[in-house]
């Protein structure tokens, strides 16, 4: 295809046939979408999303969308940036390792928002859904990583295309509308990795979602851009990033899936603590361990495992994320990782904290990344080893479908009941066979 | 002030005193507040503006503000935005010499929303429209020429700021809330100059508004944002410029006033013919010109105007702009150089084509940009001439306040009845006594 980068683009989501999708693709979707649900609902009553909707409820429109896991009902508009915000505030959402984009909550908090105003069948919504995470992930490809080094936060940047590009397909959009969905997408691109740390980091997915719906609706009316909004000479790809490669945007389009290279991460804390905690989960399943017969766990990581997490005694939760000790402790302790394991209640425990005085870590130059070795000395004597080779969670070792469903269980437990968490579940596994994929927004609103 | 830029700022917008601001500045953000509201209601039935709202209406919120010059009443995030892009339509709104910015459009669609939604003293109006020209101005000021040279529209980067500081203010918020406020506006300052030529750059100052109300209301409720969103290691400034200087935004703060350097165009055209058509409309005036008279009208012009406006038989109203021949004749025919100046019909006209036929130019490389010569020779042998120093509407020979008047007239003229303009401009130049600055908002509605 000899098309230039936005054209392609455009040619692609327009021509791409929802009836063609590899049936794994279509698995990959519901995946990623399940997570996104769960991660979205777990933060739904997290400071950061309640003091948007305070800050920009005055301003909600006719009630068309659901805020997820709330009773608020907004606008699409809003909807979308508030689904977006919730999705990425415990960080606990997918991750495209490539590029560090999280795709899912850009493009699906626009296209549920969308699907809930206009009726829209499961298998539109799944395929709508691979297309946008397919556009902001070769747009991400073809920019990353001088992009992101230079201080742009690629998941809102990024975002902001796949979100119009999903919402444009579901709109109708002709080819051209869709460059100038683009177009208006490309001025729109925003979100600095300054912000990490605060509740602006969360935000970007959110104006992703929201600005790229809003992309789609004003090419719907016409509304027009350059129509070379990623390559032109003063461009999205020109201007915020060091240097570019078309080819990743245009080679194999249609042909290959990002969404195929799509993780999810099992524990609500950085990747690099990861393999630790899956071994201590593995072994306290197998050995049955009790934390008062455990005299010392010692632990072999990766060196970048104590540069970034080293912290011996943290004392608030978000602080716990960034202890090797603690995640060690709690994995024996609670079996999890999640974002209850990260409390400041739980970084406080006596017995968390008994447990994590008995953790010892030494840097093993031997390991990967996403490998670690742990070693845990009973009190009468016995003693376990467990390598753990690829976390559970990276591409060589994905999270099952179970997995997920466990996830997405406990990230739901505090704010839904069990019927609906099922019920949630087997909604989306069975979205492709779904008339209206809106209706599964509704479902996740207590009571 | 040894203070950081984004506190440095924060710091002045919560404390400068309105009671303090000196005669000429008050002054000064009437005219600058006239100037944008004639060219928002001039423009306010064209297509982009129509395209606009034909998008988004389906999801604005309660009525609260207003669009200039229209019936349609949205929430006030907007309302900003739509004003806002209507300000720059015609590209006919102010400008920042220095940086290029047009400070009026970002800054008073949200300070004029939000003062509709919550009344607000003139005078206040006033000083929170200087805060945020201030504030925008200095951080172009910083940034400028690295940041627009790269491809950024810095009406649109710089401009959320303004907006968030100005909106901030009236909404009370405290120094920290400022800092968040400001930061909320860094990540989503966004707007490339691949947009210029469609209708994506007028929607720069009208995103500005709106994103820069919507940060100021988000760190109302304590949304958090780095505290360094300007200066921060991967902040505004280093990410999105190339070099930078931050003593252009913290040295003489609060004692100089950017708005002092504003300009307003005369003509709806490119600045370089500005000079040809003042000189052209002043013969016209002092010598009773009629066209059938004309023999023959000689121009000598700065380089740039061959360069940049040498169309010498422009098709539509558009092209009409980028040709110094037609705004000569044209000129000469109406004495004037607005927007109906360039329509379609006026750029076919016969009688604008026979002058148009008659006009030549020739550059001379001893005349300023903001100079000119003109010579007209009659059909009866008289022949006239014109040297223009500096054109009307440079900072050395600023239009008057009966120019704005006739300006914003004649900007409105298609839309609001006379005794409308009439109360408007009244209106406008008595905004620091009024006690609702808002209430002008609805004396634009027609009928």
């Known amino acids: 295809m000899s098309l230039q980068p936005t054209a392609a683009l455009a040619h692609f989501v327009e021509t791409s046939q929802s009836g063609r999708m590899p049936p794994e693709l279509v698995h990959e979707a519901k995946r990623a979408v399940l997570n996104w649900f769960g991660c979205a609902i777990g933060a739904s009553r997290h400071d950061t999303v309640s003091r948007a909707i305070a800050a920009l409820s005055p301003f909600f429109g006719r009630p068309q969308a659901t805020v997820l896991g709330r009773a608020e009902r907004p606008d699409m508009l809003h909807a979308a ?39 829209v069948s499961g298998l539109e919504f799944l395929h709508a859904f691979a297309l946008g995470v397919e556009v902001e992930c070769r747009i991400g490809n073809a920019v990353y990583p001088s992009h992101y080094d230079v201080g742009w936060h690629i998941t809102g940047t990024a975002g902001v295309f796949g979100a119009a590009a999903a919402a444009g397909r579901l709109l109708g959009l002709s080819e051209r509308q869709l460059v100038w969905a683009l177009g208006i997408a490309a001025t729109q691109a925003c979100g600095l990795r300054e ?190 080893g467990k390598r753990v080779e690829h976390a559970i969670g990276s591409l060589a070792r994905p999270m099952s479908d179970r997995d997920l469903e466990e996830k997405f269980s406990r990230l739901c437990a505090p704010h839904l009941s069990d019927s609906r968490i099922e019920a949630l579940i087997a909604g989306v596994w069975s979205l492709d066979r779904r008339a209206d994929a809106g209706e599964l927004g509704a479902l996740t609103v207590p009571g």
Not at 91 to 113: C, E, M, Q, R, Y
Not at 224 to 235: A, F, H, M, P, V
Not at 338 to 362: F, H, M
Request: charged share 20%; proline share 4%.
């Open 195 to 384: 912000m990490f740390g605060s509740m602006c980091k969360p935000l970007h997915p959110g104006l992703a979602a929201k600005n790229g719906l809003s992309a789609a609706l004003l090419a719907a009316q016409d509304f027009t851009s350059s129509e070379q909004g990623i390559e032109g000479k003063r461009g999205f790809a020109n201007v915020l990033a060091g240097a570019r490669d078309y080819r990743r945007i245009t080679e194999g389009l249609g042909d290959t899936w990002e969404l195929l290279d799509n993780t999810y991460k099992p524990f609500a804390c950085g990747i690099v603590i990861h393999p630790v905690i899956d071994g201590c989960i593995q072994l306290r399943a197998e050995q049955a361990l009790l934390p008062a017969a455990i005299r010392e766990i010692r632990l072999r990581v990766h060196p970048l495992v104590l540069e970034l997490t080293g912290k011996t005694a943290p004392r608030v939760g978000l602080e716990g994320k960034f202890s090797v000790y603690h995640s060690a402790a709690v994995a024996i302790i609670d079996g999890a990782g999640g974002e209850e394991q990260y409390s400041d209640a739980k970084v406080a425990d006596p017995a968390v904290i008994a447990l994590r005085n008995k953790v010892s870590a030494v840097v093993d130059l031997s390991l990967k990344e996403d490998a670690a070795h742990i070693e845990i000395v009973c009190e009468d004597g016995r003693v376990f």
């Open 81 to 119: 940036l508030m689904n977006g915000i919730s999705s990425h505030t415990f960080d606990f959402d997918d991750t495209h390792l490539k590029t560090v984009i999280h795709p899912a909550g850009p493009v699906a908090s626009a296209l549920l928002a969308l699907a809930e105003h206009r009726s």
